[in-house]
């Protein structure tokens, strides 16, 4: 497609569920990355893959949450045992290669944890 | 540890006026700034793209300014319009965190009175 695409665009979850957030990046983009956005605030960086590759996991809040990207394409963002404060938008982005290339960013899943 | 600030918070302004955004940060060892605006329930959209070497970057009625050794950008709307009403946000790469990780303001909210 002609943009970054995620899916759902909406999850509602029972506290203590896996849920599975999907993105497909802009065909040919290396890097891709994940961002949480809270209600009111700024995308915060949760994790970074060059290709297959993860080579910054830093911002990922606990080891619930991981991330693959097994063949340098979709990503999938996976939360286990999910908790309320798990709710939030879900945002990724692509951009083509290195550091100094703007980032391309989706529409988000909006998960909502019951 | 990078962080950015966006004042305001919020705007209001008539339609017609020139306004201007700002965004500081803390460490000014950055690969690029860039902006953004978002839509209510949307993903973000890229403005402009400034490279550490930049001083300004210019997009039809935008125009982004840079000092990077005061740490601080600028947002330049001119002949603001109820269109542009939106949430504008600023994100930072930084040397420090390899430059994987971007770090956002929290974003100006923005609303254009026709």
């Known amino acids: 497609g002609a943009g970054v695409s995620q899916s759902p665009r909406y999850k509602v979850a029972k506290r203590g569920q896996d849920v599975a957030l999907r993105c497909d990046p802009i065909?040919?983009?290396?890097?891709l990355f994940w961002y949480q956005q809270a209600l009111g605030q700024g995308p915060e960086f949760l994790t970074y893959?060059?290709?297959?590759?993860?080579?910054?996991k830093s911002g990922l809040p606990s080891d619930r949450f991981f991330a693959e990207r097994p063949e340098g394409s979709v990503s999938t963002l996976k939360i286990q045992r999910t908790q309320q404060e798990d709710s939030a938008v879900y945002l990724c982005?692509?951009?083509?290669?290195?550091?100094?290339?703007?980032?391309?960013f989706g529409d988000g899943t909006r998960l909502s944890i019951l | 540890k990078q962080e950015v600030t966006q004042i305001p918070a919020a705007l209001s302004v008539p339609e017609g006026e020139n306004l201007v955004l700002n965004c500081s940060f803390t460490?000014?060892?950055?690969?690029?700034l860039q902006w953004f605006r978002q839509d209510p329930g949307k993903g973000l959209t890229s403005l402009l793209l400034?490279?550490?070497?930049?001083r300004e970057q210019t997009s039809g009625r935008l125009n982004a300014s840079l000092d990077k050794s005061s740490g601080r950008s600028t947002l330049y709307i001119a002949a603001s319009q109820p269109g542009d009403s939106a949430t504008y946000l600023c994100?930072?790469?930084?040397?420090?965190?390899?430059?994987?990780?971007?770090?956002f303001g929290a974003g100006t909210r923005l609303f254009v009175k026709a």
């Open positions: 994100a930072v790469r930084s040397i420090n965190t390899g430059g994987f990780k971007t770090i």
């Open positions: 460490d000014s060892a950055i690969y690029n």
């Open positions: 982005a692509s951009s083509p290669t290195g550091v100094n290339q703007p980032q391309h």
């Open positions: 400034i490279q550490s070497s930049q």
């Open positions: 893959f060059q290709n297959e590759a993860q080579l910054d």
């Open positions: 065909s040919g983009h290396v890097s």
